[in-house]
């Protein structure tokens, strides 16, 4: 059947970039050499895709994709018995961030035809070619420029960009996504070692995905200096040009209007009750119970992608330094793709 050939290939496409991973250059075959030019070549064209970057997205994305995840996955779902074209326009913030649509449009029967992201138009087309090589060819997929014969579309975009596209595809069945966040809850307790952790949720592809946490609540009685101490970690981030310009300018716009903020001369802290916050910046709010924050976050939740906290807290949750670990089952916008894709 197709769909095995498929769920292998995927797997065997996790191996691939997992032994590629592993290699030393030296021992690096033409595809593998193929595959780090790609890379390299990602890196120049878009600066904030570093290779480290983009090693770090295909590392968690090999680890998703074996042969037990996946079928533990499709098993909650029927796939199509007609297949459809499926239109997706993908964003470019962070590595690979449009792979989890295009693999569930190929394993739910569809075909999807794909709208890049200028900003990152090299790996994915190399990975779905080496996925059509290990499904031995059972995998089909179109790369256009612009979106004109498809029967849905799934399609990610600012909240400008979404109004547009909601008007746009208005006769089409549709999911469109908009911009969202992430948030971290402190209960106080942390230790050292589960706030470095949240360093990762933060500073993780610069800042620059929507999982990444830019808004945390911390008790009245919180110190700022335990945040800054635990943050050293990334402070190398500061001498990518892109994310120092944004500090530069941000600071600057601060010290100007003469707004009150701490800094470890790599990023800002900010007490500010805004849910998004500036590129180099965390936004943080001090709470005297956590009602308040439940009352926020019930308030925000259109744009609210993840929390992250402790277990005990009691939120619908990921733990400090998993924001950026989701599941296959784990959706973007938590519309759940798959079920969409069942009713096309």
């Not at 496409?13 to 593998?32: A, P, R």
């Not at 295909?58 to 994709?65: M, N, P, Y």
């Not at 913030?93 to 029967?109: K, T």
């Not at 746009?168 to 070692?193: C, P």
């Amino acid at each position: 059947m197709d769909i095995e050939n498929k769920i292998s290939g995927l797997t065997q496409l996790g191996n691939y970039i997992n032994e590629f991973l592993k290699k030393d250059s030296k021992d690096f075959n033409e595809s593998d050499v193929e595959f780090e030019i790609l890379l390299k070549k990602s890196e120049i064209e878009n600066p904030w895709f570093t290779v480290d970057n983009q090693k770090f997205a295909l590392r968690q994305w090999a680890g998703l994709i074996t042969d037990s995840n996946i079928r533990d996955w499709l098993g909650n779902y029927s796939p199509s018995g007609t297949s459809k074209k499926v239109g997706l326009i993908l964003a470019g913030n962070i590595p690979l961030v449009g792979f989890h649509d295009v693999i569930s449009v190929i394993l739910s029967n569809h075909i999807p035809v794909i709208k890049l992201s200028s900003k990152d138009k090299y790996m994915l087309p190399f990975l779905l070619k080496k996925w059509k090589e290990f499904s031995k060819d059972r995998v089909s997929y179109e790369m256009v420029e612009k979106l004109e014969d498809f029967d849905a579309v799934i399609a990610t975009g600012s909240n400008n960009t979404a109004r547009y596209l909601e008007y746009y595809f208005k006769d089409h069945m549709s999911i469109i996504r908009k911009n969202r966040t992430s948030v971290a809850v402190l209960k106080g307790d942390e230790t050292d070692e589960e706030l470095r952790l949240l360093a990762k949720d933060i500073f993780q592809y610069f800042g620059l995905g929507c999982r990444n946490v830019t808004r945390i609540f911390i008790p009245q009685d919180f110190l700022l200096d335990r945040l800054f101490e635990n943050f050293l970690d990334f402070k190398d981030i500061i001498h990518h040009h892109k994310y120092a310009n944004n500090y530069d300018y941000n600071r600057a716009v601060y010290l100007l209007n003469q707004e009150k903020f701490w800094d470890n001369n790599f990023v800002m802290l900010k007490e500010d009750d805004k849910l998004f916050s500036p590129l180099s910046v965390i936004n943080f709010s001090r709470y005297s119970s956590l009602d308040e924050v439940k009352d926020f976050i019930r308030e925000n939740e259109e744009s609210i992608q993840c929390i992250v906290a402790k277990k005990d807290l009691d939120f619908d949750s990921v733990g400090l330094g998993e924001a950026q670990n989701p599941g296959l089952s784990t959706y973007a916008d938590n519309v759940d793709t798959m079920k969409f894709l069942e009713v096309i």
